[in-house]
């Protein structure tokens, strides 16, 4: 396991096909993620592991970054992911996150997502990091505004055929 970073109460490490499958299988599956994020057609571990190497592990080989799963340090299970997203219809990467529901509101996203925009800025000069979310997702939003992301307007998302709030965040 490829240790990304770590934070008080957090790990982040780089997620492999071999070891994450059945978390990302229930991660992508679960109600928050279908609700706000999409159905990625993800329902077998099979697909779980081809989600994994088309998607993290490809960002890793590519740009140097992507998902992180987010390992609770007590525990030392991963409790959701978070990190780093290039995307040809953005300029700057964007900064994405999901966990699993029995985390919800314990601040680990926070927690994440700071420790994210740390090292975008620090480790991979990023100048800005943009984020989306569902209009709809109210604590998605209030998270971005404790990160200091300022709202930059609606975006129209063509992969999910919807407008979404789009939101950024320059060097810290």
Do not use: W
């Not at 390992?71 to 409790?79: A, D, L, M």
């Not at 307007?153 to 320059?170: C, I, R």
């Amino acid at each position: 396991m490829e240790l990304v970073l770590e934070t008080e109460r957090l790990l982040l490490r780089k997620l492999t096909s071999t070891t994450d499958t059945a978390f990302v299988l229930e991660l992508l599956n679960s109600p928050g993620y279908l609700q706000f994020i999409g159905d990625k057609n993800v329902k077998t571990t099979e697909q779980a592991a081809q989600f994994l190497e088309n998607g993290p592990l490809k960002s890793y080989r590519e740009n140097g970054f992507g998902m992180y799963a987010v390992v609770q340090k007590e525990s030392q299970i991963p409790i959701g992911m978070c990190g780093l997203l290039k995307r040809d219809l953005l300029a700057h990467p964007d900064l994405g996150y999901a966990f699993l529901p029995g985390f919800h509101g314990k601040g680990y996203a926070l927690e994440a997502a700071r420790a994210t925009l740390s090292i975008a800025f620090d480790s991979f000069k990023i100048p800005l990091v943009y984020a989306f979310t569902d209009p709809d997702n109210a604590h998605s939003i209030g998270l971005l505004g404790k990160l200091g992301m300022q709202y930059q307007g609606p975006f129209f998302y063509t992969d999910k055929n919807k407008e979404l709030n789009l939101y950024a965040v320059s060097v810290l």
